[in-house]
């Protein structure tokens, strides 16, 4: 079986350790952990307002799947759900349902410990592909994947996505499906020039990229160079889209507080033009949750929909 067919296993794992050691900076959503005592930080000299920006090695070693998703995906958090769930959520269904954004493949890059993103794009291509640069980030996905004891509930989720397709499906239906489309589980590094290195894949027909460059990249520099990146994963026409926090400058969990690349929608606009990319949509949502007030100062939620052009 070539590397293009590999699925889940330990394969997910293991193909990248060697490469992705050494790298400086890799793909992940908005990441925070719980445990951070002795974790490693170099400093981002680039960085306007000097946070610390963490190391790759970190996230990879550190990260607790488990403490993101129950801090920053709990649903019973109506406000917060709003903001970071429903808000982009709504317009990725929208955009798909308007027929343009669909085709064989969707790459997620940066997925987290999360599917929600995917449950949507599933109705509207032939397969869908997420992933993450830490690795138990993707075990987490092949938990429910597989629907292992412990798995994340992300029944709310899949509600909501029903409710706001109009109900065509059930939340049964919806999950086997995702279940049946989501054959590959990838690392990934948005900092090398194909992000999927060493796999070569052919040119997909959208990638998502929810809640994970402006971690990933150090500077706007960075940022941008890794929007050139993904533009060669996707077809001349083919669709990006990205959804960023705005005015965001880190977050924290437990007492460890961790850098993010403060974004505004001056700059996401001339980074993704700079990029080879036309904007096709922008929502913008201003932020209406306090509960988190200690975790992240982040003023507002960004979404974008952008086309490839060369």
């Given at each position: ?86 808000f982009p959520l709504t317009h990725l269904v929208k ?156 977050y924290t969990v437990g007492q460890t507080t961790l ?52």
């Amino acid at each position: 079986m070539g590397e293009e067919e590999q699925v889940l296993g330990p394969w997910i794992y293991n193909a990248h350790k060697a490469a992705s050691a050494s790298s400086p900076a890799a793909c992940s959503c908005h990441e925070p952990r719980n445990s951070f005592q002795q974790a490693a930080f170099i400093q981002a000299e680039t960085c306007d307002t000097m946070c610390d920006f963490a190391d790759a090695e970190v996230y990879q070693q550190q990260f607790d799947p488990r403490a993101y998703l129950e801090t920053f995906y709990n649903f019973s958090a109506t406000d917060l759900m709003n903001d970071i769930v429903k808000f982009p959520l709504t317009h990725l269904v929208k955009a798909f349902s308007a027929g343009d954004v669909k085709g064989d493949i969707c790459l997620e890059l940066g997925s987290g410990p999360c599917i929600h993103y995917l449950l949507s794009a599933c109705d509207f291509f032939k397969e869908v592909i997420a992933s993450d640069c830490v690795d138990s980030c993707l075990r987490e996905i092949e938990k429910w994947l597989k629907k292992e004891q412990g798995a994340y509930d992300w029944n709310p989720a899949v509600r909501l996505i029903c409710e706001l397709e109009g109900g065509r499906e059930t939340c049964d239906e919806k999950e086997e499906k995702l279940r049946r489309k989501l054959k590959r589980l990838l690392k990934c590094d948005v900092t090398k020039r194909n992000p999927l290195e060493p796999l070569v894949l052919p040119q997909v027909d959208c990638v998502l990229v929810p809640f994970c460059l402006q971690v990933a990249c150090k500077d706007q520099t960075a940022y941008i160079s890794a929007l050139k990146n993904i533009n060669t994963l996707l077809k001349p026409g083919g669709h990006l889209v990205v959804v960023e926090t705005l005015n965001e400058s880190s977050y924290t969990v437990g007492q460890t507080t961790l850098f993010v690349q403060n974004m505004s929608e001056e700059f996401l606009r001339k980074a993704i033009s700079e990029a080879g990319f036309a904007l096709e949509k922008l929502e913008r949502l201003q932020r209406a949750d306090n509960s988190l007030q200690n975790h992240t100062d982040y003023e507002g939620t960004i979404f974008i929909v952008a086309r490839k052009l060369r």
